[in-house]
């Protein structure tokens, strides 16, 4: 029988001659985060007039202590009237500020990098929570919740699909104030305490009804050509650096294709993240689709990991970080789309609901950490005496 200490030296020659590239430090910017893993933006459709509450410090704590090193608040409106739903969080008024504080604080105490997502749903707004359908608002949310549908704003009046009311065509004046109201969003982010924003521009939402050509059918400087169609995106990235500290990143979420043959492609993503990357931004969060509607593309196949060629190909072609994304939980795969440059950094969202303490349990899996090292002292104590206790009297667990 092998004998703790054996245990404990076999797990020190391992980690010695891997090279741990899941659990490598990554320097983003001025910002160093202690290993790769990026907790993905997930709504959760519980703030109330947009304020964040102890939900959202308990739901977001819990990652910074399972060893995640960037952990992002999800979609946060820039304005009122582009929220998605009633439940959305908010950084349109410096009433937000304080509630997400207390959450930037903590997630900072526990060693991990604060991020928001900054967001505006354009032609999605007015929408009702997943556990209400995912429909747009209406009489019953009036009767039943005392929520009240509100007009959504778009590059064109098309609707977001079959059902859905038609947005308002965005006028000049109605662009220049989203931009505005992004940049002032920054500056709010830096007082709450955050390190890194990541800009929502994909999964149909206002900046990415602005590119695709399937929602922006506009003839003016904002739509048109692909450079008209990216000039939203690329003014906005602008905007926040103008406010958002130099050493601080930026990011933004792309859907890298509509996976339309008319639609968004590969080839427009690197042409923006280029142009992007000119202006200041740090990296590409690579997703797809979202763009019209609730039904899959045709040609979206999903699988494990199926939007990691699409960040490889961004990566290299625009050169560029990249974060992958969507339907991934193996840390071998992960580990190995990292040490094979593919992508920098992985996020990860329902994986880490369903267990919180993934980036701990990669780490053993992966031979990284097998003593419960990197483990929070408060857990990783009690557990190592568990398996100290396991190992001494030979149980198999």
């Given amino acids: 029988m092998t004998t703790p200490l054996e ?16 659990f490598e430090p990554f320097l983003l910017r001025g910002v160093t985060l202690k290993n790769r893993v990026v907790v993905s933006p997930m709504s959760q459709y519980r703030a109330q007039h947009g304020v964040a509450n102890d939900w959202h410090l308990v739901h977001l704590g819990r990652f910074a202590l399972g060893g995640a090193a960037l952990v992002f608040c999800e979609a946060t409106a820039v304005q009122e009237h582009g929220r998605r739903t009633h439940g959305d969080l908010g950084i349109w008024s410096d009433a937000h500020i304080d509630r997400l504080a207390a959450v930037t604080r903590f997630l900072s105490q526990e060693g991990a990098a604060a991020g928001i ?49 038609a947005p308002a065509a965005m006028s000049i004046e109605d662009i220049r104030e989203v931009i505005a109201s992004f940049r002032i969003a920054a500056e709010r982010a830096r007082e709450a305490g955050f390190r890194v924003i990541e800009v929502y521009a994909a999964h149909g939402f206002l900046i990415h009804q602005f590119y695709s050509p399937l929602a922006n059918q506009r003839r003016d ?36 294709t509509d996976w ?87 996020a990860l969202g329902r994986e880490l609901l369903e267990d919180p303490n993934w980036p701990l349990q990669a780490a053993r899996e992966l031979g990284a950490d097998g003593v419960h090292g990197m483990w929070h002292p408060e857990f990783g104590w009690w557990l190592e005496k568990r398996a100290r206790a396991v190992r001494r009297l030979g149980i198999r667990k």
């Fill in 7 to 22: 245990a404990d030296q076999s797990q020190l020659q391992r980690r010695e001659t891997y090279q741990m590239t899941l």
């Fill in 117 to 165: 997502q900054l967001a505006h749903a354009g032609r999605k707004a007015s929408e009702r929570r997943p556990w209400h359908g995912e429909t747009p608002v209406d009489s019953e949310d009036i009767a039943q919740r005392g929520e009240k549908p509100w007009a959504a704003l778009g590059p064109s009046a098309i609707p977001y699909a079959e059902g859905w009311p």
């Fill in 221 to 256: 400087d904002y739509g048109g050509s692909l450079e008209g169609r990216c000039r939203l995106a690329l003014e906005i990235a602008a905007a926040i650096r103008e406010v958002w500290p130099d050493e601080y990143p930026l990011v933004f979420r792309l859907s890298v």
């Fill in 260 to 346: 339309h043959p008319e639609g968004w492609q590969v080839d427009d993503t690197i042409y923006l993240a280029q142009r992007l990357k000119d202006l200041g931004v740090d990296a590409i969060d690579c997703s797809s689709g979202g763009i019209s509607g609730r039904e899959r593309p045709q040609g979206m196949t999903l699988e494990h990991g199926y939007q990691l060629a699409l960040a490889a190909r961004v990566k290299t072609a625009a050169r560029i970080a990249t974060i992958g994304v969507g339907l991934l939980w193996d840390p071998k795969l992960v580990d190995r789309s990292i040490d094979q440059g593919d992508i920098d950094l992985v």
